[in-house]
């Protein structure tokens, strides 16, 4: 059986600033934080997935960029897949998600993330340190 893929969105603005979305659901999450995105469709590339999600989720258009780090295990069965990106269009909204919040590189830890993207975040600070 073949995992389901996830992708998502690391949107970096020109500040360094990354956008973080408090989840809404499941109720188990619900609260947590994370970098947009979800599951990628049935003959759907990762990079389309993420741009049609960014617009379904957040309203923006995005330019989906360097890919952060390799498979990030979620849930069984499930592994996300993360992306450097920026904003083309629009500004982001909360469709979706409780809140969302441009986190400056003194503040990536000032919200909760959820476990499966910490370490993405902890990645993204190094790849962002080192430009």
Known sequence: MSEIVV???VIVDQE?????????QPPALAGGWEFPGGKVDPGESEAVALVRECREELGVE???GERVGGNWPLAEGYV???WLC???SGTPEAKEHLALRW???DEYYD???LGADLPVMKTVENL????
Do not use: K, T, Y
């Open 103 to 105: 986190l400056g590189p």
């Open 62 to 64: 995005i330019e989906v």
């Open 111 to 113: 919200v909760p993330w």
């Open 86 to 88: 920026s904003l083309i």
């Open 80 to 82: 996300m897949r993360a």
């Open 7 to 9: 992708v998502a969105a």
């Open 16 to 24: 360094g600033r990354v956008l973080a979305a408090q989840r809404a």
């Open 128 to 131: 962002l340190l080192r430009d």
